[in-house]
Protein backbone atom coordinates (compact mmCIF):
# COMPACT_ATOMS: atom_id res chain seq x y z
CA UNK A 1 0.00 0.00 0.00
CA UNK A 2 2.70 2.48 0.62
CA UNK A 3 4.55 1.62 -2.43
CA UNK A 4 1.37 2.99 -4.40
CA UNK A 5 0.83 5.70 -2.81
CA UNK A 6 3.99 6.64 -3.25
CA UNK A 7 4.04 5.86 -6.98
CA UNK A 8 0.43 7.16 -7.38
CA UNK A 9 -0.11 10.02 -4.64
CA UNK A 10 -3.92 10.40 -3.67
CA UNK A 11 -5.58 13.20 -5.69
CA UNK A 12 -8.33 13.96 -3.07
CA UNK A 13 -9.89 16.65 -5.06
CA UNK A 14 -10.61 14.31 -8.21
CA UNK A 15 -11.45 11.36 -5.96
CA UNK A 16 -13.92 8.48 -7.90
CA UNK A 17 -15.66 5.66 -6.35
CA UNK A 18 -16.84 3.34 -8.87
CA UNK A 19 -19.00 -0.56 -8.13
CA UNK A 20 -19.72 -2.99 -10.79
CA UNK A 21 -19.42 -6.69 -11.16
CA UNK A 22 -17.59 -9.04 -13.33
CA UNK A 23 -17.89 -12.96 -15.00
CA UNK A 24 -16.33 -15.01 -17.51
CA UNK A 25 -14.56 -18.32 -17.50
CA UNK A 26 -12.07 -20.08 -16.65
CA UNK A 27 -9.10 -21.95 -17.39
CA UNK A 28 -6.85 -23.98 -15.03
CA UNK A 29 -4.45 -26.47 -13.67
CA UNK A 30 -2.79 -27.43 -10.43
CA UNK A 31 0.70 -28.29 -10.27
CA UNK A 32 2.11 -31.68 -8.64
CA UNK A 33 -0.72 -33.70 -10.23
CA UNK A 34 1.39 -35.20 -13.16
CA UNK A 35 -1.62 -33.51 -15.35
CA UNK A 36 -0.62 -30.67 -17.85
CA UNK A 37 -2.94 -27.55 -18.58
CA UNK A 38 -4.79 -25.40 -18.28
CA UNK A 39 -7.14 -28.11 -19.19
CA UNK A 40 -9.69 -27.86 -16.92
CA UNK A 41 -12.78 -25.56 -17.90
CA UNK A 42 -14.51 -23.19 -14.90
CA UNK A 43 -16.38 -19.55 -14.22
CA UNK A 44 -15.88 -17.00 -11.86
CA UNK A 45 -18.29 -14.44 -10.75
CA UNK A 46 -17.18 -11.27 -8.36
CA UNK A 47 -18.45 -7.58 -7.20
CA UNK A 48 -16.00 -5.29 -7.16
CA UNK A 49 -15.04 -1.48 -6.04
CA UNK A 50 -12.41 0.83 -6.75
CA UNK A 51 -11.43 4.61 -5.90
CA UNK A 52 -8.93 6.82 -7.33
CA UNK A 53 -5.33 6.78 -5.98
CA UNK A 54 -4.07 8.96 -9.21
CA UNK A 55 -5.59 10.55 -12.60
CA UNK A 56 -4.80 7.48 -14.04
CA UNK A 57 -4.68 4.50 -11.52
CA UNK A 58 -7.28 3.03 -9.10
CA UNK A 59 -7.14 0.42 -6.41
CA UNK A 60 -9.79 -2.05 -6.91
CA UNK A 61 -11.23 -4.63 -3.98
CA UNK A 62 -13.21 -7.97 -4.72
CA UNK A 63 -15.20 -11.04 -3.52
CA UNK A 64 -14.81 -13.24 -6.08
CA UNK A 65 -16.02 -16.75 -6.13
CA UNK A 66 -14.01 -18.80 -8.85
CA UNK A 67 -14.10 -22.26 -10.25
CA UNK A 68 -10.23 -24.09 -10.26
CA UNK A 69 -8.99 -27.03 -11.00
CA UNK A 70 -7.36 -29.75 -13.09
CA UNK A 71 -8.65 -32.28 -15.84
CA UNK A 72 -6.03 -34.80 -17.68
CA UNK A 73 -7.38 -37.99 -20.18
CA UNK A 74 -4.29 -40.42 -21.47
CA UNK A 75 -5.24 -43.12 -23.59
CA UNK A 76 -1.90 -45.17 -24.36
CA UNK A 77 -3.80 -45.98 -27.82
CA UNK A 78 -3.01 -42.28 -29.25
CA UNK A 79 0.34 -42.77 -28.63
CA UNK A 80 1.20 -46.27 -30.11
CA UNK A 81 -1.00 -44.63 -33.07
CA UNK A 82 0.42 -41.00 -33.55
CA UNK A 83 -3.52 -39.76 -32.13
CA UNK A 84 -2.27 -37.33 -29.74
CA UNK A 85 -5.43 -35.82 -27.61
CA UNK A 86 -5.05 -32.33 -26.30
CA UNK A 87 -3.94 -33.37 -22.83
CA UNK A 88 -0.59 -33.85 -21.37
CA UNK A 89 0.47 -37.13 -19.66
CA UNK A 90 3.91 -36.63 -17.31
CA UNK A 91 6.46 -39.76 -16.94
CA UNK A 92 6.81 -39.04 -13.37
CA UNK A 93 6.19 -42.28 -11.50
CA UNK A 94 3.49 -42.52 -9.13
CA UNK A 95 3.26 -44.13 -5.65
CA UNK A 96 1.64 -47.58 -6.09
CA UNK A 97 -0.95 -46.28 -3.41
CA UNK A 98 -1.85 -43.01 -4.75
CA UNK A 99 -5.68 -43.07 -5.09
CA UNK A 100 -5.09 -40.53 -8.67
CA UNK A 101 -2.53 -42.79 -10.11
CA UNK A 102 -3.44 -44.20 -13.81
CA UNK A 103 -4.06 -47.95 -14.72
CA UNK A 104 -1.26 -50.38 -14.97
CA UNK A 105 -1.29 -50.03 -18.93
CA UNK A 106 -0.61 -45.93 -18.51
CA UNK A 107 -4.71 -44.96 -18.83
CA UNK A 108 -5.93 -42.12 -16.93
CA UNK A 109 -9.03 -40.08 -16.73
CA UNK A 110 -8.60 -37.46 -13.90
CA UNK A 111 -10.72 -34.42 -13.09
CA UNK A 112 -10.33 -32.17 -10.36
CA UNK A 113 -12.88 -29.32 -9.36
CA UNK A 114 -12.07 -26.86 -6.35
CA UNK A 115 -14.35 -23.92 -5.07
CA UNK A 116 -12.97 -20.77 -4.21
CA UNK A 117 -13.90 -17.90 -1.82
CA UNK A 118 -11.42 -15.24 -3.20
CA UNK A 119 -10.52 -11.71 -2.06
CA UNK A 120 -7.86 -9.89 -4.74
CA UNK A 121 -6.79 -6.27 -4.33
CA UNK A 122 -5.34 -5.21 -7.23
CA UNK A 123 -4.13 -1.92 -8.33
CA UNK A 124 -5.02 -0.80 -12.13
CA UNK A 125 -3.31 1.38 -13.94
CA UNK A 126 -3.78 3.57 -17.41
CA UNK A 127 -1.94 2.53 -20.30
CA UNK A 128 -2.16 5.96 -21.72
CA UNK A 129 0.67 7.26 -19.30
CA UNK A 130 3.25 4.58 -20.97
CA UNK A 131 2.33 4.89 -24.69
CA UNK A 132 -0.22 6.74 -27.37
CA UNK A 133 -0.58 3.93 -29.78
CA UNK A 134 -3.58 3.68 -31.26
CA UNK A 135 -6.32 1.66 -29.37
CA UNK A 136 -4.04 0.59 -26.70
CA UNK A 137 -3.82 3.66 -24.69
CA UNK A 138 -7.40 3.40 -24.12
CA UNK A 139 -6.10 -0.30 -22.24
CA UNK A 140 -5.70 -0.35 -18.90
CA UNK A 141 -3.69 -3.47 -16.65
CA UNK A 142 -3.45 -4.45 -13.28
CA UNK A 143 -1.35 -6.42 -10.73
CA UNK A 144 -1.49 -7.06 -7.03
CA UNK A 145 -2.59 -9.92 -4.78
CA UNK A 146 -5.33 -12.47 -3.60
CA UNK A 147 -6.36 -14.37 -0.54
CA UNK A 148 -8.64 -17.50 -1.18
CA UNK A 149 -9.94 -20.37 0.35
CA UNK A 150 -11.79 -23.71 -0.92
CA UNK A 151 -15.19 -24.00 -0.17
CA UNK A 152 -16.24 -26.93 -2.21
CA UNK A 153 -14.12 -29.70 -3.67
CA UNK A 154 -14.37 -33.22 -6.16
CA UNK A 155 -12.04 -35.44 -7.22
CA UNK A 156 -12.92 -38.34 -9.52
CA UNK A 157 -10.24 -40.41 -10.64
CA UNK A 158 -11.30 -43.56 -13.36
CA UNK A 159 -14.75 -42.40 -13.20
CA UNK A 160 -14.59 -43.40 -9.00
CA UNK A 161 -15.43 -41.05 -6.58
CA UNK A 162 -12.06 -39.96 -4.39
CA UNK A 163 -12.95 -37.06 -3.20
CA UNK A 164 -12.79 -38.45 0.63
CA UNK A 165 -10.21 -40.45 0.60
CA UNK A 166 -8.21 -37.92 -1.03
CA UNK A 167 -8.99 -35.28 1.13
CA UNK A 168 -8.05 -37.00 4.31
CA UNK A 169 -4.81 -38.41 2.83
CA UNK A 170 -4.34 -34.16 1.25
CA UNK A 171 -5.95 -31.96 3.55
CA UNK A 172 -6.33 -28.19 2.26
CA UNK A 173 -4.57 -25.40 3.57
CA UNK A 174 -6.81 -23.20 5.28
CA UNK A 175 -5.61 -19.98 2.98
CA UNK A 176 -3.71 -19.34 0.02
CA UNK A 177 -1.82 -16.99 -1.78
CA UNK A 178 -1.71 -15.91 -5.29
CA UNK A 179 0.06 -12.90 -7.25
CA UNK A 180 -2.19 -11.67 -9.98
CA UNK A 181 -1.74 -9.81 -13.55
CA UNK A 182 -4.37 -8.64 -16.09
CA UNK A 183 -5.68 -6.35 -18.75
CA UNK A 184 -8.66 -4.24 -19.53
CA UNK A 185 -9.93 -3.83 -23.34
CA UNK A 186 -12.99 -1.24 -23.11
CA UNK A 187 -15.74 -2.38 -24.89
CA UNK A 188 -18.10 0.77 -24.15
CA UNK A 189 -17.95 3.42 -21.08
CA UNK A 190 -19.29 1.15 -18.78
CA UNK A 191 -18.26 -2.47 -19.90
CA UNK A 192 -14.72 -3.70 -20.81
CA UNK A 193 -12.78 -7.44 -21.78
CA UNK A 194 -11.24 -8.69 -18.48
CA UNK A 195 -8.49 -11.04 -18.85
CA UNK A 196 -6.56 -12.08 -15.98
CA UNK A 197 -3.75 -14.81 -14.99
CA UNK A 198 -3.05 -15.83 -11.34
CA UNK A 199 -0.56 -17.80 -9.78
CA UNK A 200 -0.59 -19.53 -6.56
CA UNK A 201 2.23 -18.41 -3.78
CA UNK A 202 1.62 -20.57 -1.10
CA UNK A 203 0.36 -24.45 -1.74
CA UNK A 204 -3.68 -25.58 -2.09
CA UNK A 205 -1.91 -28.91 -0.24
CA UNK A 206 0.86 -30.99 0.07
CA UNK A 207 1.60 -33.70 -2.85
CA UNK A 208 4.17 -35.71 -0.11
CA UNK A 209 6.39 -35.78 2.55
CA UNK A 210 10.26 -35.04 1.98
CA UNK A 211 11.26 -38.19 2.14
CA UNK A 212 9.39 -38.83 -0.84
CA UNK A 213 10.82 -36.76 -3.15
CA UNK A 214 14.71 -36.32 -4.51
CA UNK A 215 15.33 -32.84 -5.25
CA UNK A 216 18.20 -30.84 -5.53
CA UNK A 217 17.93 -28.07 -3.14
CA UNK A 218 14.87 -26.71 -0.95
CA UNK A 219 13.07 -24.64 -3.41
CA UNK A 220 13.22 -27.65 -5.57
CA UNK A 221 11.50 -29.79 -3.09
CA UNK A 222 8.64 -26.65 -2.00
CA UNK A 223 7.88 -26.73 -5.34
CA UNK A 224 7.60 -30.22 -5.68
CA UNK A 225 6.40 -31.54 -2.58
CA UNK A 226 3.16 -29.11 -2.63
CA UNK A 227 0.19 -28.45 -5.35
CA UNK A 228 -0.24 -24.86 -6.59
CA UNK A 229 -3.46 -23.44 -8.61
CA UNK A 230 -2.45 -21.85 -11.69
CA UNK A 231 -5.73 -20.31 -13.85
CA UNK A 232 -6.34 -18.05 -16.50
CA UNK A 233 -9.64 -16.10 -16.70
CA UNK A 234 -11.46 -14.11 -19.15
CA UNK A 235 -14.49 -12.22 -18.88
CA UNK A 236 -16.44 -8.75 -18.74
CA UNK A 237 -16.29 -6.40 -16.64
CA UNK A 238 -19.16 -3.68 -16.07
CA UNK A 239 -19.43 -0.51 -13.92
CA UNK A 240 -22.61 0.38 -12.76
CA UNK A 241 -22.30 2.64 -9.78
CA UNK A 242 -19.64 5.77 -10.26
CA UNK A 243 -19.90 8.45 -7.33
CA UNK A 244 -17.51 11.76 -6.71
Not at 207 to 216: I, V
Request: hydrophobic share 40%; with cysteine.
Amino acid sequence: MMLTLWLFPVETAAQVFRGGVKAGITASEVSGDDAGGPDKLGWFASVFTNMDVHQHARLQLELLYIRKGSRVYHDPWDDEHGNQNNAFFSAQVFDDVDPISPDPDGYRDYTFTLHYVEIPLVLQFDFSTITRLPFVEQMSGEFGLSGSTVVGHHEVNMEMDVTDEMAAQRPFRAAELNMLAGLYIPITDGLQFHMRYSQGVTPMRTRCSRDQMACAHALECYRKRHQFNTVWSFGLSYTFFVRE
